[in-house]
């Protein structure tokens, strides 16, 4: 699993796997590593202040392979050491990574402070989904690098553009055709937060006259050279939490 945190105390973005998540009785609260200050964290899904509709976590891809859910009687062992912590904390269940679930010390102490430096503990740190298939844009400089890669989508078309939702989950996969100058690459928009499509007029030709890549913690703009936020409606654009690409051809 893969999100985006709103650290609505600091101000700030970032994105995180999502090592794990403790259900209580309010909110389900979620294991994250902050790569600001090197630290695992527990962050509520939303605060009570700023009620349900506001959350501090964003789904980029709610793929939760290899965990592990305990509910029930598989819960005792953690509310039990946690009593012998002195610690009174209602846990109704808890998923994640098994190492995260088996480590009772370091869950307690998430519950207790609320962080963990990741020097302090034994959790074992996981690399972005599928990796070995994309290639991530986590920073501007990535996709400066990407995009002097495809000549800035300079006499590119796209061919052929995929939008899927469903629960906790929002993508766009555009396939761009760039033969000319370096070849065909798909390219991966997860958590989609708008989008707007310009087909090409009658008689006009396909060709892309340029685009703009941005890349920050708190997400992502692909548009139309000439975009701007004013006339947004009169370009094409995509805005998403994140993005990745690979050649295809």
């Given at each position: 699993m893969?999100?985006?945190?709103?650290?609505q105390?600091?101000?700030?973005?970032?994105?995180s796997?999502?090592?794990g998540?403790?259900?209580?009785?309010?909110?389900?609260?979620?294991?994250?590593?902050?790569?600001?200050?090197?630290?695992?964290?527990?962050?509520?899904?939303?605060?009570?202040?700023?009620?349900?509709?506001?959350?501090?976590?964003?789904?980029?891809q709610?793929?939760?392979?290899?965990?592990?859910?305990?509910?029930?009687?598989y819960v005792?062992?953690?509310?039990?050491?946690?009593?012998?912590?002195?610690?009174?904390?209602c846990?109704?269940?808890?998923?994640?990574?098994?190492?995260?679930?088996?480590?009772?010390?370091?869950l307690?102490a998430?519950?207790?402070?609320?962080s963990?430096?990741?020097?302090d503990?034994?959790?074992?740190?996981?690399?972005?989904?599928?990796?070995?298939?994309?290639?991530?844009?986590?920073?501007q400089?990535?996709?400066?690098?990407?995009?002097?890669l495809?000549?800035?989508?300079?006499?590119?078309?796209l061919?052929?553009?995929?939008?899927?939702?469903?629960?906790?989950?929002?993508r766009?996969?555009?396939?761009?055709?760039?033969?000319?100058?370096?070849?065909?690459?798909?390219?991966c928009?997860?958590?989609?937060?708008?989008?707007?499509?310009?087909?090409?007029?009658?008689?006009?030709?396909?060709?892309i006259?340029?685009?703009?890549?941005?890349?920050?913690?708190?997400?992502?703009l692909?548009a139309?050279?000439?975009?701007?936020?004013?006339?947004?409606?009169?370009y094409?654009?995509?805005k998403a939490?994140?993005?990745?690409?690979?050649?295809?051809?």
């Open positions: 893969y999100c985006r945190i709103h650290d105390e600091e101000n700030r973005y970032y994105r796997i999502v090592y998540i403790i259900y209580d009785t309010k909110v389900e609260n979620y294991i994250v590593l902050d790569p600001l200050h090197s630290q695992f964290r527990l962050i509520p899904y939303w605060r009570p202040e700023d009620g349900p509709l506001n959350p501090q976590v964003f789904t980029i709610p793929d939760r392979s290899g965990w592990v859910d305990l509910k029930e009687s005792l062992p953690l509310t039990t050491y946690l009593r012998t912590q002195g610690m009174n904390h846990v109704l269940y808890y998923s994640g990574y098994p190492d995260v679930c088996k480590d009772h010390a370091f307690a998430l519950l207790a402070q609320g963990v430096p990741a020097e503990c034994a959790i074992a740190l996981h690399p972005l989904p599928d990796a070995d298939n994309w290639r991530y844009l986590l920073t400089a990535d996709a400066d690098a990407f995009m002097h495809f000549a800035g989508f300079h006499d590119s078309t061919d052929k553009l995929v939008y899927e939702e469903s629960q906790g989950m929002s766009i996969t555009a396939t761009f055709d760039n033969s000319g100058w370096y070849g065909v690459i798909e390219m928009f997860d958590g989609v937060t708008a989008i707007h499509i310009c087909p090409p007029l009658e008689n006009r030709d396909r060709f006259g340029g685009a703009i890549l941005r890349v920050s913690d708190e997400g992502v692909w139309d050279e000439d975009f701007d936020d004013e006339t947004a409606d009169q094409t654009f995509i939490l994140s993005t990745k690409w690979r050649k295809i051809g």
